[in-house]
C-alpha cells in the first residue's frame, strides 16, 4: 500500500513538472538567429504601450545537433519570425521597461531558395511592415524543403530594456506544435525556450523604423539520460 | 618613383597601425553605417561560454574584482572576410575575450522584474583575440563542454592555439540579466576596435558593436563551471569594407 502510494505520488509530481528554467538539466540549441525588432501594430508613441505589437524578422545562424542534418546554409537561405505578441502588462521605472505580452505569441523559421533557384533574398527595408518584410523572411517556392519548417506557440514571453545601457533582452517559453521538420525533434524535447539579447541606440546597424538588433537563440530541453535496466532490476527500486 | 613612395607609404601606416599602443577609456564613439543594414563582422553561437572567478550562478552576483573571461567557436565570417570559411573541416575559428574585471553586480528591481548589472571592464583594458587553428581541437558539442571545464588542458589553451589573426580593445563591457518569475533572459554590450592581428589591415579602423544574447539561467545553457552563454555577434562598420586576397602582381598591375 506505502509502495502505491509513493508511485502515485511520483506519479502526479512527474505529470505536474513543466518546463521551467531552473530545472538545473541541460538544454540544447535548436536554432540561433540574428535579425531586428518592430513593433506592429504600433499605435502610441510610447515603446510598446499596452495592446501594441511584437515582432521579430532575421536570418538563422547556426543550428544545434537535432537540425544539423536537416539545415543545408549552402542550399537554403533559412530565416525567423517570431510575431502574435502582444502587450499586455508595461511597467517603467527610468531607465529600466519591463512588457509583458499575452499568451499564444508564434515563433517559427523558414526556409527559401536563394535568388538564383528561383527564392527572393530576406530583405530588412525601412519602416516595417513593408514590401519586403516579413514577407520575404515567411516565403518559400515550390521546392518541398522551402517555407515554414518548424513553428511553436510562445507563452510567458517577457522583454526587458534598459534606456541607461541600451541594451535588454526577452525570453519566453516555445512549444514547438507544427512544420515538416517537427518531425526531427522528439516529442519530450519539444517545449523549450527562446531568448535574445536587444542591442538599441547608438546603433547604426539597426535600419530605419527598426526598433532593436536582436541576437537569440531557440532553446529545447535536452535527452533525459538514460540507462538499460532489467525488470528485475526495476522491481528491486521497490522492494 | 611616384609608385614606389606610394606603396611605401601605405606600409608604413599598416606597420605603425600594427603596434599602435593601447587605447584608453572612455570609449569612442561608434563609427556610422553605409546600409542599411550594415552587415556582421564575426557571429558566435553556440560554442561560447564565459568563466568569471567571483561568480554565484545562483543569485548572479558577479563580486568586485572577479576576473571574466570569454571563449567561443566562430560560426559566421561577415562580408569583410569572405575568404575565412568557420565550416573547413581542417581548421577552426576561436577567440577569448579577457581582462574583463567586474566592478561588482548591481541589483535593482521593475515591476515584476529583478534586475542584475554589472560593468565588467573600466578597471582595466578587455581584450579580444581571434585565431585560426589547425586541427579542430576546441570543444564543439554539449559532452565536450561538460568533460572540459575552466582551466583545465582544453580551455583555455585551445582556443588560444595557432595564427593570431585579428585582436583588439572593448571598452564599456556591460551585462545586464533579469528575472521575471521563472523567466530569466539577459544581454551583453561593449564597443570594440581592432588593434592588431595578420588580418589587421582588412578592417583597420573599425569601431563597433559586440554584444548580444547572455544566458545565464540554471536551466542548463552553460555547463557547470562556466558562468554564462553569450550568443552574439562583432558587428562590422562603414570602416569594414569587403576584402579579397590578391598577389602582389595584381597589385602591381593596379598602378601601371
Redesign the interface.
Known amino acids: 500500500m506505502k509502495r502505491a502510494a509513493l508511485l502515485l505520488l511520483s506519479a502526479s509530481l512527474l505529470a505536474l513538472a513543466g518546463p521551467a528554467f531552473a530545472n538545473g538539466g541541460d538544454d540544447e540549441l535548436l536554432i540561433s538567429f540574428t535579425g531586428f525588432d518592430y513593433q506592429n501594430p504600433n499605435f502610441s508613441g510610447t515603446y510598446l504601450d499596452l495592446g501594441e505589437g511584437y515582432k521579430v524578422v532575421g536570418f538563422v545562424t547556426s543550428s544545434g545537433p537535432l537540425l544539423a542534418s536537416w539545415i543545408d546554409f549552402t542550399s537554403y537561405e533559412y530565416t525567423i519570425y517570431v510575431r502574435d505578441l502582444s502587450v499586455n502588462g508595461r511597467f517603467f521605472t527610468f531607465p529600466n521597461l519591463t512588457v509583458t505580452f499575452a499568451n499564444n505569441g508564434r515563433g517559427s523559421y523558414y526556409a527559401d531558395n536563394f535568388p538564383v533557384d528561383g527564392g527572393t533574398a530576406a530583405t530588412y527595408g525601412v519602416n516595417p511592415p513593408n514590401a519586403t518584410a516579413p514577407s520575404t523572411f515567411t516565403d518559400g517556392t515550390l521546392d518541398p524543403n522551402t517555407g515554414e519548417r518548424v513553428t511553436g506557440d510562445v507563452d510567458n514571453f517577457v522583454l526587458v530594456y534598459n534606456f541607461s545601457t541600451n541594451q535588454g533582452s526577452f525570453a519566453g517559453n516555445m512549444t514547438l506544435d507544427g512544420g515538416p521538420a517537427l518531425i526531427y525533434v522528439p516529442v519530450p524535447q519539444r517545449a523549450g525556450w527562446v531568448l535574445g539579447g536587444l542591442l538599441g541606440p547608438p546603433n547604426a546597424t539597426i535600419p530605419l523604423g527598426y526598433d532593436h538588433q536582436v541576437d537569440g537563440e531557440c532553446r529545447i530541453p535536452g535527452k533525459t539520460p538514460a540507462a538499460h535496466h532489467t525488470w528485475g532490476a526495476i522491481k528491486a527500486l521497490y522492494r | 618613383m611616384k609608385r614606389f613612395l606610394g606603396v611605401a607609404a601605405v606600409l608604413g601606416v599598416l606597420g605603425m597601425a600594427a603596434v599602435r599602443p593601447a587605447a584608453a577609456a572612455p570609449c569612442a564613439?561608434?563609427?556610422?553605417?553605409v546600409?542599411?543594414?550594415?552587415p556582421?563582422l564575426i557571429?558566435f553561437?553556440?560554442n561560447c561560454f564565459a568563466h568569471e572567478t567571483a561568480y554565484n550562478t545562483s543569485t548572479f552576483i558577479s563580486a568586485p574584482g572577479s576576473r571574466l573571461d570569454i571563449v567561443g567557436l566562430i560560426?559566421?565570417f561577415g562580408p569583410a572576410l569572405p575568404f575565412l570559411n568557420p565550416n573547413d573541416p581542417n581548421k577552426e575559428y576561436t577567440f577569448r575575450m579577457t581582462g574583463l574585471t567586474s566592478q561588482g553586480t548591481i541589483l535593482?528591481a521593475?515591476?515584476?522584474?529583478t534586475?542584475y548589472?554589472c560593468n565588467y571592464d573600466s578597471l582595466t583594458t578587455a581584450t579580444f583575440a581571434i585565431y585560426e587553428g589547425t586541427p579542430r581541437n576546441a570543444p564543439a558539442?554539449?559532452a565536450a563542454w561538460?568533460a572540459n571545464p575552466w582551466g583545465g588542458a582544453v580551455v583555455p589553451p585551445n582556443f588560444e592555439d595557432g595564427t593570431l589573426i585579428l585582436s583588439g580593445e572593448m571598452c564599456g563591457f556591460?551585462t545586464?540579466i533579469?528575472k521575471?518569475?521563472?523567466?530569466?533572459?539577459?544581454?551583453?554590450?561593449a564597443n570594440y576596435h581592432v588593434t592588431g592581428g595578420t588580418l589587421y589591415p582588412y578592417i583597420a579602423g573599425t569601431e563597433a558593436?559586440l554584444?548580444?544574447?547572455?544566458?545565464a539561467?540554471?536551466?542548463?545553457?552553460h555547463p557547470a563551471n562556466y558562468s554564462a552563454h553569450p550568443?552574439?555577434?562583432f558587428?562590422a562598420?562603414?570602416a569594414t569594407t569587403a576584402a579579397s586576397h590578391s598577389t602582389w602582381g595584381r597589385l602591381k598591375q593596379i598602378y601601371r
Open positions: 564613439p561608434l563609427d556610422l553605417c546600409g542599411p543594414p550594415c556582421f557571429q553561437d553556440a560560426t559566421q535593482s521593475n515591476g515584476p522584474t534586475l548589472d558539442t554539449a561538460a556591460h545586464n533579469a521575471t518569475g521563472l523567466t530569466v533572459s539577459g544581454s551583453f554590450r558593436l554584444g548580444g544574447n547572455w544566458c539561467n540554471l536551466s542548463g545553457c550568443n552574439g555577434k558587428d562598420s562603414s
